[in-house]
């Protein structure tokens, strides 16, 4: 099984590193200080509570026509560079490729299918808070890390089981799911949330969950992701919104969004697909989402970086 990262950061590195760790053959797609970083030093994944994992030597190349045709590409770039990365990976993908995206947002495999077609792409969807803390270093924040793949169309299939059974041996926890379409957006739910208050506040989600008034907006911004996925005929139930504050609850106190560290390092944003597309999705079916248009226009002399 060959497998390609495309985009090393956060998280391509962190399930990259996991799998190449575990032995399979992994090719990382990287750029600037972080690919020359691993070039010298390998790759590291640091985890306070779990111990680092090093992985001192990886294949790592800023060109994907150097590695060529793979079983699999794992996309995991920032939202604004999935037009380009899928141009970029056409020499990754054969006839028998299957494209895996673990970005965020909802519209994310609609680039993809036009890119590759509908067999090519699988659904996924990722839970791990990490971010490129110096090149060549992924630090993970808590214990959580988790995927869930599936086919768009259900069912199962062989390389969504062989990519589960990689996953799993490598100390992921990884999920097989008979409608991805619904993972995709119970995570969008939530993570529209934690990035809108994370990043229009400037705070980590101890502070938001523990002050009534900003409790209170989180659970508005996702209620109203679940009003508009229901309206696009996702099977969300109609109190999802209300069962993801305990989830909020059991994470640590630390825990940001990859956004607000993006704010923070003066980078350009994800807003326009996260709180925006919220807004867009919701206009087209006449759903009203003042919350996640307020984060929109507090955050638009942000968005394009500083």
Known sequence: MKIAMMGSGGVGGFFGGRLARAGYDVSFIARGKHLAAMREQGLTIENEPQGNLHVPRVRVTDDPASIGPVDFVIVSVKLWDTDAAAKQMRPLVGPRTAVLSLQNGVIKDDILRREFGEKAVMGGVCYVATNISRPGTIHQTGTMQRIVIGEYGGGASTRAAELHAALVASGVTAELSDD???????????????????????????????????????????????????????????????????????????????????????????????????????????????????VCDILALQASGQ
Request: net charge positive; proline share 6%.
């Open 180 to 294: 991805v379409r619904k993972s995709i957006w119970e995570k969008y739910v939530f993570l529209v949330a934690l990035s809108a208050a994370t990043t229009s506040m400037r705070s980590t989600l101890g502070p938001i969950r523990a002050n009534p008034q900003t409790r209170a907006l989180l659970l508005d911004l996702m209620r109203e992701a679940v009003a508009v996925g229901r309206a696009h005929e996702v099977a969300l139930p109609a109190d999802y919104a209300e069962s993801r504050l305990p989830f909020a609850d059991s994470l640590p106190a630390t825990m940001t969004s990859s956004m607000h560290h993006d704010l923070e390092r003066g980078n350009r944003l994800e807003v326009e697909w996260l709180s925006g597309g919220v807004v867009r999705l919701g206009a087209e079916k006449g759903v009203p989402t003042p919350c996640n248009r307020a």
